[in-house]
């Protein structure tokens, strides 16, 4: 039981690209997240996602856009990528309010 | 808007020493608080939340709602403990998930 998948694990991108992060989860769960994870700021939302079909914007969206393709995939996209968005991404799924679970993270670097 | 607070960035102590991780929160309806656990190189988990009251690996915590605060307690620190914390908050009706800054625990032999 894969839980949930996130890639690429580790990612470079010059200041400007684009690109998509994937993640998929097998556990048949209603609601996705993205967050980002920083020193000294912890876990910061980006977007999340209730159900599929709808998302909503967190703490910190400025600079993202997401998709939830279907139950199993919530994608997260920078369009023109910063030296700010360099962080380590985490995606998370959750049954309801039920415990969430996490992927291994993708490490991003903006140069 | 509801908002976590762990005030301390790093937490140091010796082992079998008691451990208390801080956690407040600001909510204005009913929360649902979590704490979650990041050991090195491994994913993020669950340690425990606040609806199950039990204890995980020897950690309690208990929700008062008078001081808004949800604080872990571990009477004597293994060193396999150490480990990141976060303390989250859901917010029932859309189920979005809030974490605090997280403490480091660092349990020194």
């Known amino acids: 039981n894969a839980g949930v998948t996130q890639t690429p694990k580790f990612q470079v991108l010059k200041t400007g690209q684009s690109m998509t992060l994937q993640c998929a989860q097998d556990?048949?769960?209603?609601?996705m997240y993205w967050y980002r994870q920083d020193p000294g700021m912890g876990l910061r939302l980006i977007y999340y996602?209730?159900?599929?079909?709808?998302?909503d914007k967190g703490e910190v969206p400025n600079g993202y856009n997401v998709s939830r393709l279907n139950k199993r995939e919530f994608s997260l996209r920078l369009e023109s990528a910063a030296p700010s968005q360099t962080s380590v991404y985490f995606c998370?799924?959750?049954?309801?309010?039920?415990?969430?679970?996490f992927g291994q993270g993708t490490r991003l670097t903006v140069v | 808007a509801q908002r976590v607070t762990q005030p301390e960035k790093l937490l140091s102590v010796f082992k079998g020493a008691p451990v208390e991780l801080k956690c407040n929160y600001s909510?204005?309806?009913?929360?649902?608080l979590f704490w979650y656990v990041q050991y090195s190189r491994q994913r993020l988990q669950l340690l425990l939340r606040?609806?199950s009251r039990e204890s995980i690996k020897g950690f309690t915590a208990d929700l008062n709602k008078g001081e808004t605060s949800f604080h872990l307690k571990k009477p004597f620190a293994q060193e396999e403990d150490s480990a990141m914390y976060y303390c989250?908050?859901?917010?029932?009706?859309?189920?979005?998930?809030?974490f605090g800054t997280g403490t480091l625990l660092a349990v020194q032999p």
């Open positions: 998370a799924s959750s049954l309801g309010a039920g415990e969430a679970f």
């Open positions: 556990m048949n769960h209603n609601s």
């Open positions: 996602s209730a159900s599929e079909g709808t998302t």
């Open positions: 909510y204005s309806g009913s929360p649902e």
């Open positions: 606040h609806i």
């Open positions: 989250a908050l859901r917010r029932g009706a859309t189920n979005k998930l809030i």
